[in-house]
């Protein structure tokens, strides 16, 4: 009705964000001076495919959205990306509200292994190819840039607690991955 009677509606819930292109220039001026240094900080999680799509990486503060249907291989891109990325050295934060961080770290084992998930689960892995998961079980048991959570349900507000408590351990927080 405000609109109608030529008055501007009443916004009491502002949180005075808007910025002057002067503001954001003063940010901006030697990202666009120097491309190269600019390049540096974008964040490569070693899949090709996606980050091609995605500029030849992430640019730090953004949000990127993996969607397909169901049985597309979601997760598994996921967990290749977040084996991707803490080897690469990038501080990672994982949430994974489809299964536990058991299964997560089975997951990343088994593909380090080059085992095949589905004939894991069923148990149909040859002896030797156990050694080889154990041991890659073994060197993720000591990254510390790697943290998995598995617990569910949580809101938005104890994920953002839990990456600022990581984040502040750790000295930064490149990726959050959620599942």
């Not at 003063?26 to 001076?33: F, G, H, Q």
């Not at 953004?62 to 597309?72: D, Q």
């Amino acid at each position: 009705v405000a609109a109608l009677l030529g008055q501007p509606p009443k916004l009491n819930h502002g949180t005075g964000t808007l910025e002057s292109m002067a503001d954001v220039f003063s940010r901006v001026w030697d990202s666009l001076a120097d491309p190269a240094a600019f390049h540096k900080t974008v964040l490569a999680t070693g899949l090709r495919g996606w980050d091609t799509v995605c500029g030849e990486g992430n640019e730090p503060g953004t949000l990127s959205i993996l969607m397909a249907r169901p049985g597309m291989g979601k997760t598994a891109t996921l967990v290749q990306m977040s084996d991707l990325l803490s080897e690469a050295g990038q501080v990672v934060a994982v949430f994974s509200k489809e299964m536990m961080s058991e299964q997560w770290y089975r997951r990343m084992a088994c593909r380090r292994a080059r085992v095949n998930w589905f004939r894991f689960k069923r148990g149909d892995v040859p002896q030797d190819q156990h050694r080889i998961i154990l041991d890659w079980a073994d060197h993720f048991s000591k990254l510390k840039n790697l943290r998995l959570d598995g617990a569910t349900p949580q809101t938005t507000q104890q994920v953002s607690i839990e990456c600022e408590r990581f984040r502040d351990r750790a000295g930064g927080l490149g990726f959050i991955l959620v599942d």
